[in-house]
């Protein structure tokens, strides 16, 4: 990514944390001397209190979901594996996968707009998930990832709050894949080394609060786990290779230039530290 | 009976000191705090622009090139990325502003090379689609009386899909050399459906800026292969047809980043006096 690019991004990242940053806005508090209003009453009784709550100290945050692959780790082929597409370095062989999500979320100022996230994840991607078995074979990924980002709660003291998040990750991909050669009645057993790559993560989604300790959340995660550090290197074992995702010009088996980039939709619980009520009188 | 200028000279300071009590009992007046909230808009109408991803079988380009035998042999349609635009407009049905009927016009282009080709690049084909699309669907407001709003919403679409694709015949059924060849991809009609997921923020109570992440598939319905392997210009081959060039069972199916402006009409605002 060039300059230019990395600057478009970090002016878009940021862009999108201010929206709507400071507050829900439902109401303002003013002051004034207005007239009271006239009207008939309906017989209605009118609620005479109105309930916020502070924002949380710290929120630990738990979620899973499913992952659906883009770019080369949407592997395309009758909707099973494709062992020679694979084995050429188009793709990672795989579409759909799981994953899980633990963040810890604090504050950085008082209001809590503005929190510090820090993320654990694991997600795995398997070539025979939702799919019929392939005769060619079959592939699976795990990727655990550290990441440490900001977020923005638009509404931290709501029990309905909705944010949206960045985070720099530091990956690490290993695998394993089968592949079958019918004509020769052969299969070769590759594993994929541990393989270490940065990338990023950009979530949003809700929280809503079922009390001031518990809450629910879901959202929609894009995430891109080897943007930086992408190499294909050479191993002395041909079936014991690390990711090799960047192109190079002499062939070589499963090299290529290769995202492992994919969406989440994800649903989990929240736990909160430090609420307490603020209740407005009429 | 003529009064004395010194009688009135002595009630000079008590007329004073009554016009400053006065004075400052006026300034004492207690002023009160109002708590403003506003009212939810009776319609809104909203101008967006879209950014858009491939995936699953739209999506064809490894590597960052396309693969023109498989757009020839029907696995993938062998696109990457697009741009469009759509209007939506969204009416009320309930009181508290929450269920929003949606009515929706867009359009979107889908390229294998949105931001032109590497020169590095080997494979000299490519394929781009268009798609007119109608939708209508139900949103769930979260926030209705905010002026952060969010929804999620789902609609169902009917599309006109069109395109054109170019195949590079090397490595294509034995051939080593540099051929190409064109073919058209003919109105197509189709459905599908949509889901979204977004956020509106109010500038004031007329206008406001929206962003929203929507997934769309665009032939979930009446998928279908027809024509010969002599055709140059045929309707989409979207469903399995065995031995029928580009036909196979894919799904035209892309995420799509809008942002746009929101127009807000019949926003009022109503104040609570706070004890």
């Known amino acids: 990514m060039n300059k230019k690019s990395t600057a478009l991004a970090f002016l878009i990242a940021v862009l999108i944390l201010l929206y709507g940053c400071g507050g829900s806005g439902q109401y303002k508090i003013e002051k004034g001397n207005y007239s009271d209003t006239t009207y008939k009453s309906t017989g209605a009784v009118l609620k005479g209190t109105y309930k916020v709550r502070t924002a949380p100290d710290f929120t630990l945050q738990f979620s899973g979901g499913l992952n659906l692959g883009m770019a080369e780790l949407s592997s395309n082929y009758q909707n099973i594996f494709d062992a020679q597409q694979f084995v050429n370095g188009e793709n990672f062989g795989v579409k759909t996968g799981f994953g899980f999500m633990l963040t810890g979320k604090v504050p950085l100022h008082a209001a809590g707009n503005i929190r510090l996230n820090i993320t654990t994840t694991y997600n795995r991607f398997q070539s025979d998930m939702f799919t019929k078995t392939s005769p060619f074979g079959r592939v699976s990924y795990n990727v655990f990832a550290f990441g440490l980002g900001i977020e923005n709660s638009f509404s931290p003291s709501f029990k309905l709050k909705p944010f949206i998040a960045v985070e720099i990750q530091g990956n690490f991909i290993s695998g394993k894949a089968d592949i079958i050669d019918e004509a020769a009645n052969s299969t070769r057993n590759v594993k994929i080394k541990n393989s270490f790559r940065i990338g990023y993560m950009v979530y949003s989604g809700l929280e809503y609060m079922l009390s001031n300790r518990f809450g629910i959340n879901f959202g929609l995660k894009l995430t891109n786990a080897n943007q930086v550090l992408k190499q294909s290197s050479i191993d002395s074992d041909p079936n014991e290779v690390s990711i090799r995702d960047k192109k190079v010009d002499d062939p070589l088996d499963f090299a290529g230039f290769k995202n492992f980039t994919f969406t989440s939709f994800f649903i989990g619980f929240n736990i909160y530290f430090g609420v307490k009520d603020v209740l407005f009188k009429f | ?275």
Request: proline residues 2%; without cysteine; positive net charge.
């Open chain 2, 1 to 275: 009976m003529k009064k004395q200028p010194v009688f009135i000279i002595m009630k000079l300071p008590i007329l004073l000191i009554i016009i400053l009590f006065a004075e400052i009992s006026y300034s004492q007046t207690v002023t009160h705090r109002y708590m403003i909230v506003r009212t939810l808009p009776l319609y809104t109408l909203q101008v967006n622009l879209n950014y858009n991803q491939s995936v699953l079988e739209l999506a064809g380009t490894y590597n960052d090139d396309v693969h023109s035998v498989q757009i020839y042999e029907g696995t993938t349609f062998g696109t990457d990325k697009g741009f469009g635009g759509n209007i939506v407009s969204k009416i009320n049905l309930d009181r508290r502003g929450q269920i929003r009927f949606t009515q929706t016009v867009a359009f979107n282009r889908i390229l294998s090379y949105t931001f032109g080709k590497k020169a590095t690049l080997a494979d000299q084909g490519h394929a781009n689609y268009n798609a007119f699309t109608g939708a209508l669907g139900l949103e769930y407001n979260f926030t209705p009386s905010h002026r952060f709003k969010i929804y999620i919403g789902a609609d169902i679409n009917a599309s006109i899909i069109n395109g054109e694709t170019r195949i590079w015949f090397y490595g294509i059924e034995g051939q080593l050399g540099d051929s190409t060849a064109d073919y058209n991809i003919k109105n197509t009609f189709r459905m599908g459906f949509g889901v979204d997921f977004g956020s509106e923020f109010l500038l004031n109570s007329d206008i406001g800026i929206h962003v929203a992440v929507k997934f769309l598939d665009l032939n979930v319905f009446l998928r279908k292969s027809e024509g010969t392997n002599d055709d140059a210009e045929f309707k989409l081959r979207d469903a399995d047809s065995p031995g029928l060039r580009f036909a196979g069972n894919k799904s035209f199916a892309f995420y799509s980043i809008i942002a746009g402006a929101s127009f807000y009409f019949g926003i009022g605002e109503k104040r609570y006096k706070l004890k």
